[in-house]
């Protein structure tokens, strides 16, 4: 297997310049990317490394596909900004009828943003103003619940319903004191020994159930959740029956139930909301990000349902928050050009098909190692869990910074480069480190198996 590139065809410069960008790590020389093409991305040292993740599950065409950048360029030329309090644009509306379409009439309307964590912040406040608007004068649902070990961005709403204890510890006291958390579907940690997944989800929704009354049923506004859960616990989906009967909870108190699927959605799993291959379950509000542009341009946003959009319609007739580029058209335009490639190349049914096969493969040369925990995933997004204790499920202590170490690994293999994505364990030993793969929806048979190699 050819991994390295020529470094005289990268022309690279001769000593590197300090880095004049901050980002989370600051003592750390991060490498530079030169260009991408399709699952590879080519570093200015030469590197040529095959991108299992998409970043943090973001790429899902490849990268630097021409059609994407003369869709964008197309754009810019014709209409590169839309002022939304006065206007619309033809491709936003394009856009939002698209994914409008997509959820066979659960959804009513689409509101786009430039990130997750700004698409998270509309979800909770469109379920506020829902609730101020439909039950006036008296309007008392101002409580969130989520769950355990959750990430929901990094604003600080969104960072308020996270249940992640060491990203909510460094502003905890500006974070809403109206939100608590149940514990999450994680059936390698949650699951008692011997019990049936129909048992685990009676018990999960018999805990949602007792924290609706713990804090009073009228007071609930939404639950929050991820269908499968991404960065925080690493591709964990749920198991058979958790989602239908977590939201017959929430319809009992006539609260809302916010699916996030910023990181699992469009396309990752196999279908193009995460949420249809639970049965039966139809969310309130959806969340939607990474996938939808695949890298192209920061866009994401959320799905509104009919009640939610009459009841507002009907009341002030305008849904109170704004940002300056929001529906912006040549996001707009890009994440249509990567939907258009995703449909026209029919590459869900490529995910759907291969996905299993990338489990199975991770599972025969992983399965037995004494420090993977577990192996867990849905479609293109899997999840390798590390423990220091296989028997016990005892995971590595958070400092080890395990994930990172097999990160770095990854780039630096002689043999393979493969960019995969890290996840910490949480300091309570609560869950382990994690791996995360989330390749291409276009990745090649061959792909995935040097992906698992
Ligand atoms: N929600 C989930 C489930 C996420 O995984 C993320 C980001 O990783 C977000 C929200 C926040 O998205 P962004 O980083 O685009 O703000």
């Not at 009459?310 to 890009?334: E, L």
Request: with cysteine.
């Amino acid at each position: 297997q050819p991994v390295t590139e020529e470094p005289s065809a990268l022309a690279p410069p001769a000593a590197k310049p300090k880095s004049a960008v901050f980002y989370r790590h600051l003592r750390l020389d991060f490498p530079a990317i030169v260009r991408g093409e399709g699952s590879y991305l080519i570093l200015d040292d030469g590197r040529r490394i095959l991108d299992a993740s998409g970043g943090a599950a973001v790429a899902c065409i490849g990268h630097s596909d021409a059609r994407v950048g003369e869709a964008i360029m197309s754009q810019i030329k014709s209409a590169s900004y839309c002022a939304t309090l006065l206007y619309t644009s033809t491709v936003c509306e394009q856009l939002c009828r698209l994914l409008v379409d997509s959820t066979n009439g659960q959804m009513a309307r689409a509101y786009i943003v430039c990130s997750g964590s700004e698409a998270m912040e509309a979800s909770l406040k469109l379920a506020r103003q829902y609730f101020l608007e439909k039950t006036q004068p008296e309007p008392q649902r101002t409580h969130f619940i989520a769950r355990h070990q959750s990430y929901h961005g990094n604003t600080l709403g969104a960072l308020a319903v996270g249940g992640h204890k060491s990203r909510r510890l460094p502003y905890e006291p500006i974070l809403s004191t109206n939100v608590s958390h149940v514990s999450p579907c994680y059936a390698y940690r949650g699951k008692k020994a011997g019990e049936s997944d129909a048992e685990y989800v009676v018990r999960l929704a018999d805990e949602l159930d007792a924290e609706f009354q713990r804090v009073g049923p009228e007071k609930v506004c939404a639950f929050v959740a991820e269908p499968v859960v991404g960065g925080a616990l690493g591709a964990v989906p749920s198991v058979p029956g958790y989602f239908k009967a977590i939201q017959a909870v929430c319809r009992k108190y006539g609260a809302l139930f916010i699916c996030d699927e910023v990181m699992c959605g469009m396309g990752r799993t196999g279908s193009l909301h995460a949420w249809q291959q639970e049965e039966g379950v139809f969310p309130d509000i959806q969340t939607y990000g990474k996938c939808l542009g695949g890298g192209y341009q920061p866009i994401a946003g959320i799905l509104a349902s009919h009640e939610i959009i009459d009841t507002i319609s009907k009341g002030s007739g305008a849904f109170v928050t704004g940002h300056t580029y929001q529906g912006h058209p040549v996001s707009c335009a890009a994440a249509l050009a990567v939907q258009h490639i995703v449909a026209e190349e029919n590459l869900l049914a490529n995910v759907s098909e291969l996905g299993p096969y990338l489990g199975e493969l991770l599972t025969k040369r992983l399965g037995d190692h004494p420090y993977v925990g577990d192996i867990r995933g849905r479609g293109f997004f899997w999840g390798i869990e590390l423990v220091e204790d296989k028997a016990t499920a005892r995971p590595f202590p958070p400092k080890a910074n395990v994930a990172m170490e097999i990160i770095d690994l990854g780039l630096k293999g002689a043999d393979y480069s493969v960019a995969l994505y890290p996840g910490s364990g949480t300091a309570d030993g609560v869950s382990g480190d994690h791996v995360i793969l989330a390749p291409m929806f276009n990745a090649s048979r061959a792909e995935i198996e040097t992906i698992a190699d």
